[in-house]
C-alpha cells in the first residue's frame, strides 16, 4: 500500500516538473526558433530577456518542488536551513585567558585573535 502511494508521489512530481519545465522554456524556445527561421525578423530584446529569465526562475525552483515532494529531501533542508547542529561542537582554547578558561564554539566559528 505505501509502495503505490510513494509510486504516485513520483509520477505526479515528474508530471509536474516536466509540465514546469514546458511552460518555463517555451517562450525561450520559441524565439530561438523564429530568428533561425527568418533571421531578418525584427524581434524584442526585451522579450527575449524575459523569456531566459523565466527558463532561469525554472531552474531556480525545481530544487524547492523536490523539497516540498520528498520527505528525505525536506528533512535535509529543514536542517540546513535551521542551522541544526549535527555533531557535538570541538572545544577551542582561548590563548589569552589563563589555562583554566575554556570556550566552546561551533565549527564554524572562528576563535578570537589576540
Not at 547542529?85 to 572562528?110: D, L, Q
Amino acid at each position: 500500500m505505501l509502495s503505490n502511494q510513494i509510486q504516485t508521489n513520483v509520477i505526479k512530481t515528474m508530471i509536474f516538473v516536466s509540465a514546469f519545465f514546458a511552460i518555463a522554456w517555451l517562450p525561450n524556445y520559441t524565439f530561438i526558433l523564429l530568428l533561425n527561421l527568418s533571421p531578418n525578423l525584427k524581434l524584442s530584446q526585451s522579450g527575449y530577456n524575459a523569456s531566459v529569465f523565466i527558463a532561469f526562475l525554472y531552474i531556480c525552483t525545481n530544487p524547492f518542488i523536490y523539497a516540498a515532494k520528498f520527505d528525505p529531501v525536506r528533512q535535509v533542508l529543514i536542517r540546513m536551513v535551521l542551522c541544526k547542529k549535527t555533531a557535538e561542537p570541538a572545544s577551542v582554547v582561548n590563548v589569552g585567558a589563563p589555562a583554566s578558561v575554556v570556550t566552546t564554539r561551533g565549527p564554524h566559528v572562528p576563535a578570537p585573535v589576540t
